[in-house]
């Protein structure tokens, strides 16, 4: 499983150093991880509706929970917010995570999490259960939150390191489940944002592999490596650019920018 490493080689290869550049080298890319991501999470999601949002900014005859087209808008404006900041190489803090939240989740918190004071861009105010373990108690979250961040300063970029800070610092973050709901979807992103960061290609996490995700997750979850996800993450990245699927992204084309 090397495969990956050219990928890498092709993607370091060109210098996108303007957010056109960037937008013309993820434009599949972008559509078909809010669509797997979104969807991973909610299965009203469809690639259709996506691409719809993305392309046109509106839906005709969508007869869906309207919970669905927030989530789906609220991915492309994440991305619109970020992409600056992706250019501009801005480190991860907590005013990023918490912006990140709030893009992602406006408009989407269900009627009992809102009851209980729970703000999309706020952390929690009470304890979640995520399978058998709750993530950091509500008063910890701050502190844990603060000392990821100082964590991912400062990463050598030799040999695999981008890489597995990339998986520590989603496996980590899940772990510490910050906020009443929407970790999964932040988590995708603050990886990916970390591997474009570095100038590394993002990853998309597609919903027909999520139950290794979810295991390579737990993994760490219970003993602390990050190795499992890690190799998720080569995997899902040869997926992400060379196999041909539909949708599908050629790497080639992808570059030519």
Sequence with gaps: MDHYRDIIKKWQSKTINTVEELDAALENFRIVFAYHSGAIENPEITYHTTREVFENGKLVNFT????????????????????RKIVNKEPITEELIRSIHKQ????????????????????????????????????????????????????PDKGDNILKAAAYLHCKF????????????????????????????????????????????????????????????KSAMEETWQIKRAPQIELDNFLEI
């Design 104 to 155: 992602l989740m406006s408009g989407t918190y269900d009627e009992r999490r809102w009851s209980r004071g729970e703000r999309p861009g706020e952390y929690k105010k009470h304890d979640y259960v995520v399978g058998n373990d709750q993530g950091a108690l509500p008063e910890e979250v701050a502190g844990e939150i603060r000392e990821l961040c100082e964590e991912m300063q400062d990463i």
């Design 174 to 233: 899940e772990n510490i489940h910050a906020f009443a709901d929407g970790n999964g979807r932040v988590g995708r992103t603050l990886m990916n944002y970390f591997l474009m960061t570095h100038d590394y290609p993002p990853v998309t996490v597609y919903q027909e592999t999520k139950d290794q995700y979810y295991k390579a997750l737990g993994i760490y979850d219970s003993t602390g490596s990050i190795e499992e996800f890690t190799e998720y993450m």
């Design 64 to 83: 869906g929970d309207l919970r669905t087209v927030f989530e789906i808008k609220n991915q492309k404006d994440c991305y619109e917010y970020l992409k």
